[in-house]
């Protein structure tokens, strides 16, 4: 009874979750995710191909929700909303792919963990490309690690596409699966999304290499290596930066990659978190060493919203087999959660709020390395207040965190106290003295 009631109550917090990103959670188009709007009207307003730098798969993708602008609200109402949209299709399809495959209770804890406990709050507030790319890949290796590499490798094609810089990922990922299954065929799938890559470059900027990249570069600061142009920052210091930077590191951002669940996973989840991994591990090392390693001026590690899948599937298998826990892994779950929902509860709450005042463009970064002009403990700082929506978001993340958390902390105590009583009665009977 008790747990066919956690159930219900976990799914009405999954849908609730969805409800309010996509009405309650505050939406804009900005920076060059203004630059694929505004790309995507000229398609169907003008039937004009743009020749931006930005790959057009994402964006094609929300032309319903552009038309559906026509009917109701405005395009751009629907397009701000299109993240959110994304995200609900790729946990339904996980949610199918995967029914009699994994236990229900996990599953619901890592949807919850990523809709309330991860970077996702903050990035479907806009209409950037992360997410399209993020849950495309994270469904489609997840579908060929289940048995179908047709639905699995032609997700993962389009969000690679979509983001051509993660090509080393997908190479990584790809040659793990290759190492695991011992069929070289899988490596086609490298081949095919280089070839979307180039045709779309072809298409749109009349040449295939021409990327609109060329001679992109940041303004000149105090950092020594800033103003160059491409892959010219060092790779330590990138690593450096991407992993512990106050600001953009994932250490911070996404803390469940410090967890290892692999003992208490499936050899299904275990291949699956595998593969996501080596993903993330191409992402990174093709990142690191770019100028634009930090992603411009967005909050926290913007290119890395793939790294949430991971993170998140570590945490939820944490919680799921809390009761297997020592007393010491469930400590150290508790802090990796709390940490992850004050990620989703600023995300969906502070963004930014003030600091565009503090880090100008000269003094950018100081968002990226000092912690209190971090974006994830700025509101520490600030008296900037968010607005009433915001409010909202953000007492449904701190929600789910309390009904994640209880489990743990009621370990927690069952656990330690034993421990605790012990340590007591052992420095009880050592002799104090004055």
């Given at each position: 009874m008790i747990t066919t009631w956690r159930a219900t109550a976990e799914r009405a917090l999954i849908v609730a979750g969805l409800f309010l990103s996509f009405f309650v959670l505050p939406h804009e188009i900005i920076s060059d995710a203004m630059v694929r709007y505004l790309a995507l009207a000229e398609l169907v307003e003008w039937h004009k191909v743009s020749?931006?730098?930005?790959?057009?798969?994402?964006?094609?993708?929300?032309?319903?929700?552009?038309?559906?602008?026509?009917l109701a609200m405005t395009p751009d109402w629907w397009c701000a909303r299109f993240n959110t949209t994304v995200l609900a299709a790729g946990l339904l399809v996980m949610w199918l792919?995967?029914?009699?495959?994994?236990?229900?209770?996990?599953?619901?804890?890592?949807?919850?963990?990523?809709?309330?406990?991860?970077?996702?709050?903050?990035?479907?507030?806009?209409?950037?490309?992360?997410?399209?790319?993020?849950?495309?890949?994270?469904?489609?290796?997840?579908?060929?690690?289940?048995?179908?590499?047709?639905?699995?490798?032609?997700?993962?094609?389009?969000g690679v596409a979509n983001m051509p810089a993660t090509l080393l990922g997908l190479t990584l990922a790809t040659i793990r699966h290759v190492w695991d299954t011992r069929r070289l065929r899988h490596l086609l799938v490298i081949a095919l999304t280089v070839a979307l890559w180039l045709l779309e470059s072809w298409m749109r900027r009349g040449h295939p290499t021409w990327t609109g990249y060329q001679g992109n570069h940041g303004p000149r600061t105090v950092l020594p290596y800033s103003g160059l142009t491409g892959f010219s920052y060092p790779l330590f210091f990138g690593l450096l930066s991407v992993f512990l930077s106050f600001g953009k590191g994932l250490l911070f951002f996404a803390p469940g990659l410090l967890l290892m669940p692999r003992e208490w996973m499936s050899d299904e989840l275990n291949g699956v978190h595998?593969?996501?991994?080596?993903?993330?591990?191409?992402?990174i090392l093709v990142y690191a060493s770019w100028w634009a390693w930090f992603g411009g001026w967005f909050w926290g590690p913007r290119f890395f919203l793939f790294a949430c899948f991971p993170a998140s599937l570590a945490i939820a298998v944490r919680l799921h087999q809390v009761?297997?826990?020592?007393v010491s892994a469930v400590?150290?779950?508790?802090?990796?959660?709390?940490?992850?929902?004050?990620?989703?509860?600023?995300?969906?709450?502070?963004?930014?709020?003030?600091?565009?005042?503090?880090?100008?463009?000269?003094?950018?970064?100081?968002?990226?390395?000092?912690?209190?002009?971090?974006?994830?403990?700025?509101?520490?700082?600030?008296?900037?207040?968010?607005?009433?929506?915001?409010?909202?978001?953000?007492?449904?993340?701190?929600?789910?965190?309390?009904?994640?958390?209880?489990?743990?902390?009621?370990?927690l105590?069952?656990?330690?106290?034993?421990?605790?009583?012990?340590?007591?009665?052992?420095?009880?009977?050592?002799g104090w003295r004055f």
């Open positions: 020749p931006m730098a930005y790959s057009f798969i994402g964006p094609l993708f929300s032309a319903p929700l552009y038309l559906a602008g026509k792919m995967t029914r009699g495959r994994i236990d229900a209770g996990l599953r619901r804890k890592f949807f919850l963990v990523l809709l309330a406990a991860s970077m996702f709050p903050n990035h479907l507030r806009g209409y950037f490309t992360e997410v399209f790319s993020s849950v495309m890949v994270a469904v489609g290796l997840w579908a060929v690690r289940l048995g179908r590499p047709g639905l699995g490798w032609s997700a993962v094609t389009l595998r593969l996501w991994l080596w993903f993330l591990a191409g992402m009761d297997r826990l020592p400590a150290t779950t508790l802090s990796v959660l709390t940490l992850s929902a004050w990620v989703g509860l600023s995300g969906a709450g502070f963004d930014q709020s003030d600091l565009i005042h503090s880090c100008t463009t000269e003094l950018e970064f100081l968002c990226w390395y000092v912690p209190e002009f971090s974006a994830l403990w700025y509101p520490f700082v600030t008296n900037w207040r968010p607005g009433t929506n915001a409010f909202v978001m953000m007492g449904y993340c701190g929600g789910v965190y309390l009904w994640l958390a209880a489990p743990l902390m009621r370990a105590v069952t656990k330690a106290t034993p421990h605790l009583m012990r340590v007591v009665r052992d420095n009880a009977s050592a």
